[in-house]
């Protein structure tokens, strides 16, 4: 299952895993972060938050693959700095200690029709697609083979 939560920042997608882990039984995770936190949080608030996300995960027996931040085409200069220096932490700090690190599809920066009207986040098409994207990357990840073709998507996209 994939489970979008519009608006979310990296403290909220922690507490929302920690009700999901008690419905569900999950042996792997993938968290892919968008621009919220960019306006709202600082570059070492985003760190510790991160790091907090993926000390639950490993607590609770789980698998962690992270995702870059999309680039988005209407995203303001300070936010792609900033965009640039958080996914350039994450990508050592994730192989510093064997956490998988997955690129987010930045060809999607050339499709509008993958983003929203705002121009910063994503459009029920591109869920879609970075969905089908990280579930074709990381096979391996999660150990058995991924059906594509029939990825269920729990957010409000139809």
Request: aromatic residues 10%; positive net charge.
């Given at each position: 299952?994939?489970?979008?939560?519009?608006g979310?920042?990296?403290?909220?997608?922690?507490?929302?895993?920690?009700?999901?882990?008690?419905?569900?039984?999950?042996?792997?995770?993938?968290?892919?972060?968008?621009?919220?936190?960019?306006r709202?949080?600082?570059?070492?608030?985003?760190?510790?938050?991160?790091?907090?996300?993926?000390?639950?995960?490993?607590?609770?027996?789980?698998?962690?693959?992270?995702?870059?931040?999309?680039?988005?085409?209407?995203?303001?200069?300070?936010?792609?700095?900033?965009?640039?220096?958080?996914?350039?932490?994450?990508?050592?700090?994730?192989?510093s200690?064997?956490?998988?690190?997955?690129?987010?599809?930045?060809?999607?920066?050339?499709?509008?029709?993958?983003?929203?009207?705002?121009?910063?986040?994503?459009?029920?098409?591109?869920?879609?697609?970075?969905?089908?994207?990280?579930?074709?990357?990381?096979?391996?990840?999660?150990?058995?083979?991924?059906?594509?073709?029939n990825?269920?998507?729990s957010t409000?996209?139809?």
């Open positions: 299952m994939v489970s979008c939560l519009s979310a920042r990296i403290c909220h997608i922690t507490h929302t895993l920690k009700s999901l882990i008690n419905r569900y039984c999950y042996d792997s995770v993938i968290v892919h972060v968008g621009v919220n936190d960019l709202r949080t600082s570059l070492d608030y985003m760190k510790r938050d991160m790091v907090e996300l993926s000390e639950y995960v490993s607590q609770a027996g789980m698998s962690l693959a992270l995702s870059s931040i999309l680039p988005s085409p209407r995203m303001m200069p300070q936010y792609k700095q900033k965009m640039i220096d958080f996914n350039n932490w994450l990508s050592f700090w994730c192989h200690r064997g956490i998988q690190y997955l690129t987010a599809c930045e060809d999607m920066i050339d499709r509008p029709q993958c983003f929203a009207r705002d121009g910063l986040h994503l459009s029920c098409l591109g869920f879609r697609h970075l969905a089908k994207a990280f579930a074709s990357s990381t096979v391996p990840f999660l150990g058995n083979e991924v059906d594509i073709t990825i269920k998507i409000k996209c139809k």
